[in-house]
């Protein structure tokens, strides 16, 4: 599939929920960047952004901030990377990423 454009904004929010930051955080955050600066766009100009920063506003309008993070491997800000599970002895299998698995 083809990737998706994103630009600094976008990355800077990616990253952010990789730190921590929960989805509806984020696209709160993505949602007030593109209401403040989407007006100061000249005509049919776009920044890099534009689509990332739109969908963020939606989910936020609609309440379904937790889907956020799923669009980030449309946008290449996310990898598939698989997750193994051994027996460690413990009362739930302990994750692992297993050279098998690439």
């Given at each position: 599939p083809k990737r998706l454009p994103c630009g600094?904004?976008?990355?800077?929010?990616?990253?952010?929920?990789?730190?921590?930051?929960n989805e509806k955080?984020?696209?709160?955050?993505?949602?007030?960047?593109?209401?403040?600066?989407?007006?100061?766009?000249?005509?049919?100009s776009k920044p890099k952004s534009a689509h990332f920063l739109s969908?963020?506003?939606r989910?936020?309008?609609?309440?379904?901030?937790e889907r956020f993070s799923e669009s980030?491997?449309?946008?290449?800000?996310?990898?598939?990377?698989?997750?193994?599970?051994?027996?460690v002895g413990l009362k739930s299998a302990h994750p692992i990423l297993a050279i098998s698995d690439t």
């Amino acid at each position: 599939p083809k990737r998706l454009p994103c630009g600094p904004a976008a990355k800077a929010i990616a990253t952010a929920v990789a730190h921590g930051v929960n989805e509806k955080e984020a696209c709160a955050i993505g949602r007030a960047f593109w209401e403040e600066f989407s007006p100061l766009l000249a005509g049919d100009s776009k920044p890099k952004s534009a689509h990332f920063l739109s969908l963020a506003t939606r989910l936020s309008e609609t309440g379904h901030e937790e889907r956020f993070s799923e669009s980030f491997k449309s946008y290449g800000l996310a990898a598939d990377i698989p997750i193994s599970h051994v027996d460690v002895g413990l009362k739930s299998a302990h994750p692992i990423l297993a050279i098998s698995d690439t």
